[in-house]
């Protein structure tokens, strides 16, 4: 499969109204990521080569978020719902660029696995011309059936086009599909729309590949991998089951955590060895945390690093731009935003420091704030090593603070303090 190409389509045409929200349904968020963020990059991890995605009128936003996650991706506008072979064909320039495998993956199954699409690619190069994605739902009710015979898939039937032997079929269509490149559009273009629906079903493929003398085979996989999200419920117990997969990812790689259940993590986030999480913490987007730094309760993280053997929380905040360097230690109610903070400086009682550098060894007393903002601008505060900030200083900004400087409690500091 090595060196394979692999064209993956995904179909985000989908009109999410059961989600009640002004926002296209594959850009809700589960685990800090887009939904389409997350199938964009399992294809990516499947070793697809190109990738395309196929977008409703006026989805501009949605095919923002996909070159934001693959530059390189193609959108295509499937301008009429015509059904889901028709949404897979608005591709076609993309398929008729010759290419071994083609993955065909709806948006709004975030849990596949990459190493599920691995599977189905090693059934196109094993020969199956179509390979069918297959599961056994606890209720099977409006799901297509695979009808099987002696270990080949011979057809697709959607339920409401299925006799009622068909109906008792326990093995259901997950909707994803793989297709040999060159076999794919012979075999979409002879699909019709001869059904109870009236629509062009991507789910004929298998009988029309059978009828070309061609392979069929399904790969069976547990629920998640396609799991769908249709409703914010749904939306919420997807979450759930990534948050699962996340937490023992984490543990895996040698993260401790006393109640993994009560940890929120996002898809992305970086830890490194002997890390500590304690209960009731939440991890944003883009976090990293680095060996022996210790996060403690209550405390909400979003695109910050932490350094080495950092000591934060319990209840401290860090916002967008964080970062700690080696032992530093942030303490209860302390924020930070858009900020270094050197190695081995403290800040450990109720403090904001915003759009800041808090120098080497620097200690930032309780109840010190930094006045970043005048009401119309932001401006930035330099605190220098080993200076010392008293407890309620207040910081106007622009100001700089010079290295193992002291200033004394209460003090409103607006000029800068030399060394
Ligand atoms: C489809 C399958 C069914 C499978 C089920 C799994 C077909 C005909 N049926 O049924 O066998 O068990 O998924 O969830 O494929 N879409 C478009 N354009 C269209 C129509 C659909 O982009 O014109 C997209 C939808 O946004 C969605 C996906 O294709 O992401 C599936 O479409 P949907 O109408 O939900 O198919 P199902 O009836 O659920
Ligand atoms: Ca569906």
């Known amino acids: 499969m090595g060196d394979r190409t692999c064209l993956a389509i995904v179909l985000a045409a989908g009109e999410g109204t059961r989600m009640r929200s002004a926002r296209p349904k594959v850009l809700h968020e589960i685990a800090g990521q887009s939904l389409l963020a997350l199938v964009l990059d399992a294809v990516r991890r499947a070793g697809s080569t190109a990738a395309a995605v196929v977008v409703g009128p006026d989805a501009d936003a949605v095919a923002a978020e996909a070159k934001r996650v693959l530059p390189g991706v193609e959108i295509f506008v ?47 190069a094993a020969g199956a011309a179509v390979a069918v994605l297959g599961f056994r739902p606890r209720d099977p009710a409006g799901y297509g059936r695979l009808v099987m015979e002696g270990g080949d898939l011979v057809a697709i039937r959607e339920e409401i086009d299925a006799s009622a032997a068909e109906r008792g079929i326990g093995l259901c269509n997950g909707g ?41 085979v399904a790969i069976e996989t547990e629920e998640d991998d396609v799991r769908g999200i249709n409703t914010k419920a749904q939306l919420a117990e997807t979450e759930a089951v990534l948050q699962q997969r996340l937490r023992k990812t984490a543990m895996e790689a040698g993260v401790t955590m006393v109640a993994p259940e009560t940890v929120f993590l996002s898809a992305d986030t970086k830890f490194g060895r002997d890390v500590v999480v304690e209960p009731f913490v939440v991890f944003g987007a883009g976090v990293t945390v680095e060996d022996n730094a210790v996060i ?124």
Do not use: W
Request: hydrophobic fraction near 45%.
């Open 296 to 419: 403690r309760s209550f405390s909400h993280l979003d695109h910050a690093h932490v350094g080495k053997g950092a000591l934060v929380g319990p209840y401290a905040r860090l916002r967008p731009g964080a970062r700690l360097g080696a032992d530093v230690h942030i303490g209860n109610f302390v924020e930070i935003k858009e900020s270094v903070i050197e190695d081995g400086a403290k800040a450990n009682h109720l403090a904001y420091i915003g759009d800041a550098r808090l120098g080497a060894g620097a200690n930032f007393g309780a109840g010190a704030i930094v006045c970043n903002y005048d009401g119309v601008a932001k401006h930035r505060t330099d605190i220098g090593k080993g200076a010392f900030i008293g407890s309620n200083a207040a910081l106007v900004a622009p100001v700089s603070i010079g290295d193992g400087a002291y200033v004394a409690t209460g003090s409103v500091i607006t000029h800068d303090v030399p060394p």
């Open 78 to 124: 499937q301008s009429e719902r015509l059904g889901t072979a028709h949404a897979v064909l608005a591709a076609k320039a993309a398929m008729a660029r010759s290419v071994d495998d083609v993955l065909v993956i709806y948006g709004d199954t975030p849990l596949i696995r990459p190493q599920t699409l691995r599977r189905m690619r090693e059934a196109l």
């Open 176 to 216: 994803l599909m793989a297709f040999d490149g060159k076999a794919v559009l012979p075999i979409l273009e002879r699909i019709g729309r001869n059904n109870r629906k009236g629509e062009f079903y991507l789910t004929d493929a298998v009988a029309i590949a059978r009828a070309m003398t061609l392979k069929a």
